[in-house]
């Protein structure tokens, strides 16, 4: 079964640091680009950053610095580091399949999703 769980959200402090996680099943990560977005209340779902199978790394500008996405083909996961957070960084953060297989580079593009995960929320405040 096509899955994608997400994990290692919580509260946090600004400043701090978290680790996502997001482990799939029924399909390889080193096969798909991954990407990981977020969506804070009242706003529209952003990407965030994207992992291509050639392990080009793509960020947006907002997290450029402070955020590492990398991913662990034996586990089958790809993680997420957040550095440096701030209570701007507060959102459900979702990890999120390419539709279609071995593309050659990876964009954090809402058109190019082709399946999501469930989503863990980050709450960075004092």
């Known amino acids: 079964q096509l899955q994608l769980v997400e994990s290692g959200g919580g509260l946090v402090q600004p400043g701090g640091s978290l680790t996502l996680s997001c482990a799939a099943s029924?399909?390889?990560?080193?096969?798909?680009?991954i990407s990981w977005f977020r969506q804070a209340p009242g706003k529209e779902r952003e990407g965030v950053a994207c992992i291509s199978v050639g392990d080009m790394r793509i960020y947006a500008d907002s997290v450029k610095g402070r955020f590492t996405i990398s991913r662990d083909n034996v586990k089958n996961t790809v993680y997420l580091r957040l550095n440096s957070l701030k209570p701007d960084d507060t959102a459900v953060y979702y990890c999120?399949?390419?539709?279609?297989?071995?593309?050659?580079?990876?964009?954090?593009?809402?058109?190019?999703?082709?399946?999501w995960g469930q989503g863990t929320q980050v709450t960075v405040s004092p």
């Open positions: 029924g399909f390889t990560v080193d096969e798909y680009s």
């Open positions: 999120a399949r390419d539709r279609l297989p071995r593309a050659p580079g990876c964009t954090i593009a809402l058109r190019n999703v082709g399946k």
